[in-house]
Nanobody, 118 residues
Framework: QVQLVESGGGLVQAGGSLRLSCAAS????????MAWFRQAPGKGREFVAR????????YYADSVKGRFTISRNNANNTVYLQMNSLKPEDTAVYYC???????????WGQGTQVTVSS
């Protein structure tokens, strides 16, 4: 079992930047593919980005490609999401997720709110 705690959300103007962090505890962090998802008001949860266990292969949703960067530090059990050029449509609760089996995200954090004003 792994526990996930997100931080770094907040209110930012359009065009601004935020950096989200997700601290993991419990089982070996490097065993997990890590990802970020988000859920906007009235919408379903959508995939944002993921990063592989050790060599850091990344994959992004088209809506954030070129603006967001996912990274991880296996030494301090943390995954990050650097968000640049933020848009009002990026407003959502952002969730960190972990998967031992690629694609099967069965560990989730509590979420952190990101609000982008126009």
């Amino acid at each position: 079992q792994v526990q996930l705690v997100e931080s770094g959300g907040g209110l930012v103007q359009a065009g601004g930047s935020l950096r989200l962090s997700c601290a993991a505890s419990g089982r070996t962090f490097s065993n997990y593919v890590m990802a970020w998802f988000r859920q906007a008001p009235g919408k379903g949860r959508e995939f944002v980005a993921r990063i592989s266990r050790n060599i850091g292969i990344t994959y992004y949703a088209d809506s954030v490609k070129g603006r967001f960067t996912i990274s991880r530090n296996n030494a301090n059990n943390t995954v990050y999401l650097q968000m640049n050029s933020l848009k009002p449509e990026d407003t959502a609760v952002y969730y960190c997720a972990a998967a031992e089996v690629p694609g099967l995200y069965n560990h989730w954090g509590q979420g952190t709110q990101v609000t982008v004003s126009s």
